[in-house]
């Protein structure tokens, strides 16, 4: 088996990239610069059919210094339930300090304008979280049915 969908996909969505997208190389490098904000891209090749691959996209929302607090881990499994406050994406932590968020799709169901759309909204709830987590301490978290909703 081989990942040349993907590695296809890549290529014409280097050709294709907007204004504000940096991708030097990106077949090789796996990484977009999207209005600042990096977008790490693999491929999961499906065995058994091509089509079937997982197209991953990650990006990185915040680094603890500390722990997460329990109220704040809380907020981030409710998160994950249904994808609610998300848009599809996945909320996760990459080592003990970075919490990240990831999206997957299917390389069959991808063109260059939904493989667009999906960057596109990823780095826009990833901005949306970022800004969150990152504001001036409050005496409380959001509630969370003032973060979490459900969007198709």
Same mark, same amino acid.
């Given at each position: ?60 929302? %915040? =680094?603890?210094?500390? @722990? ?7 907020? #981030? *499994?409710? !998160?994950?339930?249904?994808? /609610? ?18 999206? %997957? =799709?299917?390389?069959? @169901? ?7 759309? #999906? *960057?596109? !909204?990823?780095?826009?709830? /990833? ?26």
């Amino acid at each position: 088996m081989s990942n040349s969908l993907y590695l296809n996909l890549l290529a014409a969505y280097e050709q294709h990239a907007r204004p504000g997208v940096v991708s030097i190389d990106l077949p090789h490098t796996e990484e977009l610069i999207i209005h600042g904000r990096a977008v790490s891209l693999s491929f999961k090749l499906h065995e058994n059919s091509p089509e079937d691959g997982m197209v991953i996209c990650r990006t990185d929302l %915040a =680094r603890f210094n500390e @722990s997460p607090a329990e109220d704040l881990c809380r907020l #981030l *499994l409710q !998160a994950n339930n249904l994808w /609610a406050g998300t848009g599809g994406s996945t909320l996760g932590m990459r080592g003990e300090d970075v919490l990240i968020m990831s999206q %997957a =799709r299917r390389i069959g @169901s991808l063109d260059i304008t939904m493989f667009d759309a #999906l *960057l596109g !909204a990823l780095c826009a709830d /990833a901005d949306s979280w970022t800004a969150r987590l990152t504001a001036k301490p409050q005496a409380e978290l959001p509630r969370p049915e003032s973060i979490l909703h459900m969007r198709a």
